[in-house]
């Protein structure tokens, strides 16, 4: 099963990886003048718990590990499965380096400090305008 349960989740991860090479995407449909988000740059987000980092599958094995008490350079955050871990749930994935040595991975955002149940970080850029998954 995928981190975004919606059709298409392996389309979107590759224009995720488009849009992060170009480091532009469009803020809003049918905004000329929209600014470009900028994925090149990290953003300090601290982390409570310890755990899993996925490719774009985390029906499969994680592929590395994200460390509690850090601060943890993040580039953005979307919409995808539901998670639960430690009693808590969230359906908001942030993209960041684990401390694996993986970059650009996907870790569900009940391991980062800030943030409520079912809800996105705060300060944290969406990777797609509105965090909502373009490809489903």
Partial sequence: MGIFAKAGRTAAAAL???ALSAGVVG????????????FTTP???PTWATGPSYGTNI????VGVLYANASTYS???AKGESY????YSNNWWVNTDDDSGN?????SAVYF????????????????????NPAG
């Fill in 16 to 18: 995720m990886g488009a």
């Fill in 27 to 38: 803020l809003g449909a049918g905004s000329a003048a929209a600014a470009p988000l900028d």
């Fill in 43 to 45: 953003i300090t987000t």
């Fill in 59 to 62: 029906g499969g094995s994680p």
């Fill in 75 to 77: 580039y953005c955050q």
């Fill in 84 to 87: 639960h871990d430690l009693g």
């Fill in 103 to 107: 970059a650009r991975v996907w870790v």
């Fill in 113 to 132: 400090s800030g943030g409520p149940n079912w809800g996105p970080i705060p300060g944290l850029p969406y990777c797609w305008p509105g965090g909502t």
